[in-house]
């Protein structure tokens, strides 16, 4: 089956076509605008496969996505791409308004009218899935229930917000039109190719360099931790087998705070680096001026998932943790690619740069 994804060429969605290629599983289109998180260097292993065709391009241009809709005929959309990093969106909100939300909608508003002129057997099968995040339905505090699918959106960033409307868009389109949709809202990913702005690759690499390791307030916000490759499982589980207009919670039973997070990732590097000069790692640590609005807690209630589609996360936070540490070592060449840009890396504190 035809397959076209946007944003393929950032975190997850590169883990998802990496997945899909490797199980052979048809004809993928990877459309990606190439910001600062995406690189083709990730998708360097598809170089020579013909059933990967890279697209640079946005979601909002609706010629480019109308034209290759036309040619390919996918049967399906799978929409990562998004402005995701909350600081940066506290910095400039305007790109997560252009693409989070503007974007999406001119993503549905094409595909809607591509689908409306299909048969009616194509029609039928015809998917859109939509990922999004956990961090529309706010904060929890220490005794609240994990967010369900029915916990009431009140997103605190410009991030959140920005992904709650692109939802509430794609939920209106299943009400509006019948566009058959599916939502996923899921917990902090972690795993290989992470663009190390976001918390574990940059305690890893900030560690491997014994730069300090920023944590923001007390260290005690707590997030649930979903291993990438669980949450691939999870996204074509609910494409092939989910109900229309239905949205599914995706956690990885793995609620830690920042600091035991931080405190593990300096154990596991103490442990694989023995000879390391930063040994303890935990020295690095250094308490920063917390985030505006931080949420204290997400945390997610995956039931329907598990019961409806029988899933259920199976990497451990320690041991996929252990596995993202030693990727990060492995691929140093990655990580000097991605993070070459001069500004990148001033601006990540990967180096000293004066
Ligand atoms: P990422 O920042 O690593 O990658 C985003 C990709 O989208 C990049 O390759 C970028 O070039 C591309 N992109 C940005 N704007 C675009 C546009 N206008 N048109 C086409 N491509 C564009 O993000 P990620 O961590 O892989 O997240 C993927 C999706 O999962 C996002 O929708 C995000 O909101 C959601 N999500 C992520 C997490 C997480 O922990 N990473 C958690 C919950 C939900």
Known sequence: MTILVTGGAGFIGANYVLRKRQNDEGLVLNLDKLTYAGHLSTLDSLKSDPDHIFIQGDIGD?????????????????????????????????????????????????VRSYWQNLSVAERNSFRFLHVSTDEVFGTLSAVDPP?????????????????????????????????????????????????????????????????????????????DWLFVEDHCRAIDLVLTQGEMGETYNIGGNAEKTNLWLVQQICAILDDLLPHSAHRPHANLITFVQDRPGHDRRYAINFSKIKQHLGWSPQVTIESGLRKTVQWYLDHQAWCDQVTSDQYERQRLGLTATQ
Do not use: W
């Open 147 to 223: 967010f369900s699918e029915s916990t009431a959106y009140a997103p605190n960033s410009p991030y959140s917000a920005s992904k709650a409307s692109s939802d509430h868009l794609v939920r209106s389109y299943f009400h509006t039109y019948n566009l058959p949709t599916l939502i996923t809202n899921c917990s902090n990913n972690y795993g290989p190719y992470q663009f190390p702005e976001k918390l574990i690759p940059l305690m890893i690499l900030n560690a491997i360099e014994g730069k300090p390791l920023p944590v923001y307030g007390d260290g005690q916000n707590i997030r």
């Open 62 to 110: 609706r010629q480019l996505v109308e034209d290759l809709l036309t040619q390919y005929r996918p049967r399906a959309i799978l929409n990562f791409a998004a402005e995701t990093h909350v600081d940066r969106s506290i910095d400039g909100p305007d790109a997560f308004i252009q693409t989070n939300i503007v974007g999406t909608f001119n993503l549905l508003e094409t």
